[in-house]
């Protein structure tokens, strides 16, 4: 059983929705992150999160927003995706504050579905 | 930049066939390297790391060697069943990002 706990596991929104998905660990982890994983594709990060704080932003579009509520808590809000956003998203967490041990323990994600 | 580069897929095998799925890497100075392995439905699983040259990571019957020399560090197993079919990703680690390879889905046939 993964100790990253993911909520929804499932979820369809249409372009005009605002709808979040929830990551929650209890490892005590001090970073955590979203990643997008295309079917067939590699995972993709989007956002780490270190001591509560966002380190890194791929880039990604305005129309995905994370949020940090405290330490063992990771949102992700969305709002006015497109359809090309669906994809099963990932959470993870690390317990160095950083990836530079690889040791990134993920969650069983949340598939989303943009109609 | 960093890239990891591993072995097109589909690998199908037969049960208790030797396994080799190929990754190298591009980097600079010293990363961390690491397989992670995808079962259908899941999420990812950290399957065995290494964090210098000639490290050997193992788990599950699974092994890898950092190869410095050859920037490699190919997955491994004598032995394959049917429950190891999945996707594996190589991958390394720089600063606070972990860079995946494409992955390798593997079939094993009973």
């Not at chain 1, 989007?46 to 927003?65: A, D, G, H, W």
């Not at chain 1, 959470?91 to 690889?102: D, E, K, L, V």
């Not at chain 2, 990363?31 to 050997?56: H, I, N």
Request: glycine share 8%; proline share 5%.
């Amino acid at each position: 059983d993964t100790e990253v706990t993911q909520t929804p596991k499932h979820l369809v929104m249409g372009m005009t929705n605002k709808k979040s998905l929830k990551c929650e660990q209890h490892m005590g982890h001090r970073a955590m992150y979203w990643y997008k994983q295309k079917a067939k594709k590699p995972p993709e990060l989007m956002f780490v999160y270190s001591y509560e704080k966002l380190s890194i932003n791929e880039s990604v579009p305005s129309r995905f927003s994370p949020e940090c509520p405290n330490s063992s808590l990771l949102n992700l809000h969305l709002h006015a995706l497109q359809p090309e956003d669906s994809a099963l998203y990932l959470c993870a967490s690390s317990p160095y504050g950083g990836a530079r041990t690889g040791e990134l323990f993920f969650g069983e994600g949340s598939r989303l579905t943009v109609l | 930049g960093d890239s990891v580069t591993q072995m097109e897929g589909p690998v199908t095998l037969s049960e208790e066939a030797c396994l080799t799925i190929n990754c190298t890497y591009t980097a600079t100075g010293y990363p961390s390297l690491f397989w992670y392995v995808q079962y259908p439905g899941e999420g990812l699983q950290l399957l065995l790391k290494a964090t210098k040259a000639d490290d050997k990571g193992s788990n599950k019957g699974f092994e890898a060697t950092y190869r410095k020399e050859t920037t490699s560090f190919h997955l491994e197993k004598g032995s394959v069943q049917v429950s190891d079919s999945a996707v594996y990703f190589c991958a390394l680690s720089r600063d606070d990002k972990i860079i995946f390879g494409k992955g390798t889905r593997l079939h094993i046939l009973p």
